[in-house]
T-cell receptor, first 113, second 115 residues
Framework: EPEVTQTPSHQVTQMGQEVILRCVPISNHLYFYWYRQILGQKVEFLVSFYNNEISEKSEIFDDQFSVERPDGSNFTLKIRSTKLEDSAMYFC???????????FGPGTRLTVL | GENVEQHPSTLSVQEGDSAVIKCTYSDSASNYFPWYKQELGKRPQLIIDIRSNVGEKKDQRIAVTLNKTAKHFSLHITETQPEDSAVYFCAAPRRGSGNTGKLIFGQGTTLQVKP
C-alpha cells in the first residue's frame, strides 16, 4: 500500500540555521499539508498546498517558513532561521481529492539547540 | 471558531473491556470525521472515519458514531487488547481556499489497556 515518506527522520540543528524537511506524498494525491506536533501535545496545522500554491497557512507559519513542490514528487518545508521553539515533530500529509482522507508521513523530529 | 474538544485525556481499561472516546466540534460545515491512532514516536495512523451523512460505522472491533445535531462523535473500541494502547486523536476538517481542508485535532486520549 502506498505511503507518505519523509526525510530525514531526525534533524538536529543550531539556532539560526536553515533546515529543509522533505516529503514524498502518495503519487496520485493532489492536496498536501504540513503539521507539527510539540512533544506531548496535539497535532497542529501549519500549511496546505494545492495546485502549486499555498491554500492556507496558520499563524505559526510566519515569514521564516516556506513550502515548495520543486518537482512532481517532492514537497518540502523550509525553516529559514530556526528558533528553539521550532523543536517539534513535523508531519507531512497528503490527500487524493478534496473529499479524501489525509494520510500522514512518519514525521521528522527537529531538534533546535 | 475552530475547536475540537476531546475527552477523556487518559483512559485505562482492563483487557477485554470496552473503551469510549468522545469529541465535540464547532464547524457545522465539517463533512467527515477521522480518527487517528498514534503510537509513541510514530505517525498518526488513520484507523476509521465517518462521513457526515452517516450516523454509525463499524470496522471489526472499532465503531464510530456521529450526532450532527449535537456536534458529537465518538470512538468505541470493544474487546480491547494491549496492542490498542496508544494515543487516539479525533479530528474535523476546516474547509479553506482551493478546497483544501486542514484538520483540526482534538487534544488526544492516551489509552492504556492493562493485560
Amino acid at each position: 500500500e502506498p505511503e507518505v515518506t519523509q526525510t530525514p527522520s531526525h534533524q538536529v540543528t543550531q539556532m539560526g540555521q536553515e533546515v529543509i524537511l522533505r516529503c514524498v506524498p502518495i503519487s496520485n494525491h493532489l492536496y498536501f499539508y504540513w503539521y507539527r506536533q510539540i512533544l506531548g501535545q496535539k497535532v497542529e496545522f501549519l500549511v496546505s498546498f494545492y495546485n502549486n500554491e499555498i491554500s492556507e497557512k496558520s499563524e505559526i507559519f510566519d515569514d521564516q517558513f516556506s513550502v515548495e513542490r520543486p518537482d512532481g514528487s517532492n514537497f518540502t518545508l523550509k525553516i529559514r532561521s530556526t528558533k528553539l521553539e521550532d523543536s517539534a515533530m513535523y508531519f507531512c500529509a497528503s490527500q487524493e481529492g478534496a473529499a479524501g482522507l489525509q494520510f500522514f508521513g512518519p514525521g521528522t523530529r527537529l531538534t533546535v539547540l | 471558531g475552530e475547536n475540537v474538544e476531546q475527552h477523556p485525556s487518559t483512559l485505562s481499561v482492563q483487557e477485554g473491556d470496552s473503551a469510549v472516546i468522545k469529541c465535540t466540534y464547532s464547524d457545522s460545515a465539517s463533512n467527515y470525521f477521522p480518527w487517528y491512532k498514534q503510537e509513541l514516536g510514530k505517525r498518526p495512523q488513520l484507523i476509521i472515519d465517518i462521513r457526515s451523512n452517516v450516523g454509525e460505522k463499524k470496522d471489526q472491533r472499532i465503531a464510530v458514531t456521529l450526532n450532527k445535531t449535537a456536534k458529537h462523535f465518538s470512538l468505541h473500541i470493544t474487546e480491547t487488547q494491549p496492542e490498542d494502547s496508544a494515543v487516539y486523536f479525533c479530528a474535523a476538517p476546516r474547509r479553506g481556499s482551493g478546497n483544501t481542508g486542514k484538520l483540526i485535532f482534538g487534544q488526544g486520549t492516551t489509552l492504556q489497556v492493562k493485560p
